[in-house]
């Protein structure tokens, strides 16, 4: 070999030592750069990992899903951001254990008691326990078989008190940071978030409610108190004008009926006198002739009857007025004795029957226990008189009537059902005010159910009407039982 090849040999070698010197730096450049990428990567999954579980958990608090359905899910996102093999959550009320739920796993993993949960809490709000300490021999032998040896609990707590703990079961060589258990906390801090913001709103709820029945009560109480003071003074009112009235009523109809008597006398002298002059021819007839030619005294006294007898109606209407504005005053005084309603409706019916019989059909179902009632039968006879009466005018042609008797909770409710013409809700409004009438004149006071309100209401009960047009009516009534 010559020199000059030895040389250029040489300086190839030397070259060639450097370039893989290089090469070998280089390589293990590219080396620590793809460790450290991928590295970067396993660190990026975990915290995409994290961030998709904790994104997964704040949107199941976003929906109103209840608490059921959110702690399930809750616990199956922890099982799944902890790479578990099953997990399990139980509801603790009043100290117990009231549902526990085994998720991930057909095994049926027994149960732990209450004091284990409690034992744990005590000492931290989340932990890993290995189950070899937990103290429960079944639960070990069913986790060996499973190779589960470790199990995280996360505690849900709403105000302060836990009340879902999740248990998150863990095989052998699953393997994670400690710091991740404080994404579950985060999480779990979420739920407590939801309920008890569910749990706020359903006590704002509750208290609205409350509120409201509370006002409807006060209205309601209003609207009857100025009802009874209404009729309180109407009452007082009514016992004036029947007092007033009665007295010239009184006379006027004992002179009327004097005043009767001596028209018919007078009426029979007139028509002998009438006769006597016809028959004869003197001075005296032939003056009464002329008279009765001018006067026409036979119709004069048949005209005298037509009026008296008008008279007649018109005294006994304002007779029956008095009794019911006398009875509407009544309806204040105390309420004293006691009587069966079914026989009070009983003898009621007999009354009104003529009333009754030629419009409408009577269909009785009374209870089969004739209760006692406190009070006047005759009053409360006179309120049902009063339905019966408006039920049977109310017939357009004629139709049913039902009325009913039942007992319940201290009261005896008795319902008089109609099917004639019905009333606008405009009409319903004013029926128990005194003197509301549809009636013609001359057919109703629309003193009726006024007065029965006021007696009602004296006996400790209350009324009540439902009406429909062309359908019917139906009034409600309840009266205490006595005891
Ligand atoms: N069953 C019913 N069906 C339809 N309307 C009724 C019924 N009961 C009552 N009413 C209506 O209520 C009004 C008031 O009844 P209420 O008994 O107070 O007086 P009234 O019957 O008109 O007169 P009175 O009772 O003096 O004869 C009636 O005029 C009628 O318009
Ligand atoms: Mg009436």
Same mark, same amino acid.
């Given at each position: 070999m010559s020199d000059a090849y030895k040389a250029a040999y040489e300086r190839e070698k030397i070259a060639r030592l450097a370039a893989e010197k290089l090469l070998d730096e280089k390589s293990r450049e590219v080396q620590s750069s793809i460790e450290m990428i991928h590295y970067q990567f396993n660190d990026l999954m975990s915290q995409k990992k994290e961030s998709d579980y904790l994104l997964a958990v704040s949107r199941l608090t976003q929906t109103d899903q209840g608490l059921k359905k959110s702690v399930h899910d809750y616990t199956t996102e922890s099982m799944k951001f902890l790479n578990a093999k099953c997990s399990r959550y139980s509801y603790i009320s009043d100290g117990k254990i009231v549902i526990s739920n085994l998720i991930g796993s057909d095994d049926q993993l027994p149960k732990l008691g209450l004091n284990v949960y409690q034992d744990i809490y005590k000492k931290d709000d989340r932990s890993t326990v290995m189950i070899s300490e937990l103290n429960s021999p079944e639960l070990l032998g069913v986790s060996m078989v499973l190779g589960i040896n470790r199990v995280v609990f996360l505690p849900i707590k709403s105000?302060?008190?836990?009340?879902?703990?999740?248990?998150?079961?863990?095989?052998?060589?699953? $393997?994670?940071?400690?710091?991740?258990?404080?994404?579950?906390?985060?999480?779990?801090?979420?739920?407590?978030?939801?309920?008890?913001?569910?749990?706020?709103?359903?006590?704002?709820?509750?208290?609205?409610?409350?509120?409201?029945?509370?006002?409807?009560?006060?209205?309601?109480?209003?609207?009857?108190?100025?009802?009874?003071?209404?009729?309180?003074?109407?009452?007082?009112?009514?016992?004036?004008?029947?007092?007033?009235?009665?007295?010239?009523?009184?006379?006027?109809?004992?002179?009327?009926?004097?005043?009767?008597?001596?028209?018919?006398?007078?009426?029979?002298?007139?028509?002998?006198?009438?006769?006597?002059?016809?028959?004869?021819?003197?001075?005296?007839?032939?003056?009464?002739?002329?008279? $009765?030619?001018?006067?026409?005294?036979?119709?004069?006294?048949?005209?005298?009857?037509?009026?008296?007898?008008?008279?007649?109606?018109?005294?006994?209407?304002?007779?029956?007025?008095?009794?019911?504005?006398?009875?509407?005053?009544?309806?204040?005084?105390?309420?004293?004795?006691e009587f069966k309603i079914n026989q009070c409706i009983e003898n009621t019916i007999k009354v009104v029957w003529n009333e009754l019989k030629y419009k409408a059909r009577l269909h009785k179902d009374f209870d089969e226990n004739d209760c006692s009632v406190k009070g006047h039968e005759g009053q409360i006879g006179q309120v049902i008189m009063n339905m019966l009466v408006n039920a049977a005018q109310a017939m357009e042609a004629d139709g049913d009537i039902y009325i009913q008797t039942r007992a319940q909770d201290g009261f005896v409710r008795i319902t008089i059902r109609d099917t004639a013409k019905g009333m606008p809700q405009s009409v319903m409004d004013k029926i128990f005010d005194p003197f509301y009438t549809t009636k013609g004149v001359n057919e109703g006071t629309g003193l009726g159910l006024s007065i029965s309100h006021g007696i009602i209401e004296k006996h400790g009960g209350n009324v009540s009407v439902e009406s429909e047009e062309g359908v019917g009516t139906c009034f409600i009534i309840n009266l205490p039982i006595a005891d």
């Open positions: 105000f302060g008190k836990v009340n879902t703990v999740c248990e998150i079961y863990l095989s052998e060589g699953v $393997d994670f940071k400690p710091e991740v258990l404080d994404q579950c906390q985060v999480a779990g801090f979420q739920i407590s978030a939801m309920l008890e913001r569910s749990a706020d709103q359903k006590e704002l709820e509750k208290s609205y409610q409350e509120i409201k029945l509370s006002h409807d009560k006060i209205k309601q109480a209003q609207a009857q108190l100025v009802q009874s003071e209404k009729m309180a003074s109407l009452g007082q009112l009514a016992a004036g004008v029947a007092h007033e009235i009665n007295n010239p009523i009184g006379f006027v109809t004992s002179n009327f009926s004097t005043l009767k008597e001596y028209s018919h006398v007078l009426a029979e002298y007139f028509s002998h006198a009438v006769q006597l002059a016809e028959q004869s021819d003197n001075e005296i007839s032939s003056v009464m002739k002329k008279m $009765d030619e001018k006067e026409n005294f036979k119709f004069l006294f048949s005209d005298i009857k037509n009026i008296m007898d008008d008279c007649d109606d018109g005294l006994l209407r304002v007779k029956e007025i008095v009794a019911n504005l006398k009875s509407f005053a009544r309806s204040d005084e105390e309420v004293t004795g």
